[in-house]
């Protein structure tokens, strides 16, 4: 299924002033996808484990483009996820993404349409 929700890309900015405590923040990429959750596999929960991230969350993007920058997504329940891993599939036009779930989120600034 396409539909289990929609998540949102954003990236983690400096947004203080040139000389001052660093602030940072995740902005947000204004784009937008459709995923479907994936099971994780052993292998793909191994090969975390020897990169030393912790997976949690394994999803399917469907027709999307992921910029370079985009490092944070955010799925409708509010919870912030970090992305470890990017895998095209391309006879599906899809991308999956291995997300660790950040436990200490980051304020969201939405940039405006």
Same mark, same amino acid.
């Given at each position: ?5 929609i998540l949102k890309f954003y990236k ?8 001052? $405590? %660093?602030?940072? !923040? ?11 959750? =994936?099971?994780?596999?052993? !292998?793909?929960? &191994? /090969? ?10 394994? @999803?399917?993007?469907?027709?999307? $483009?992921? %910029?370079?920058? /985009? !490092?944070? @997504? $955010? ?5 912030? &996820? =970090? ?5 095209? $599939?391309?006879?599906?036009? /899809? ?5 660790? =779930?950040?436990?200490?989120? &980051?304020? @969201?600034?939405d940039q405006a349409p």
């Amino acid at each position: 299924m396409r539909d289990e929700g929609i998540l949102k890309f954003y990236k983690l900015t400096n947004t203080a002033a040139n000389g001052q $405590i %660093p602030i940072e !923040q995740l902005v947000s990429l204004d784009l937008a996808a459709y995923y479907a959750n =994936r099971t994780i596999g052993m !292998q793909r929960l &191994y /090969a975390a484990k020897g990169n030393n991230y912790r997976l949690d969350k394994l @999803v399917r993007c469907y027709n999307t $483009i992921l %910029p370079e920058e /985009a !490092q944070y @997504v $955010i799925l409708e329940d509010g919870r912030q &996820y =970090r992305i470890e891993d990017i895998n095209v $599939i391309a006879d599906e036009d /899809a991308v999956d993404l291995s997300l660790e =779930r950040i436990m200490n989120y &980051y304020d @969201v600034i939405d940039q405006a349409p």
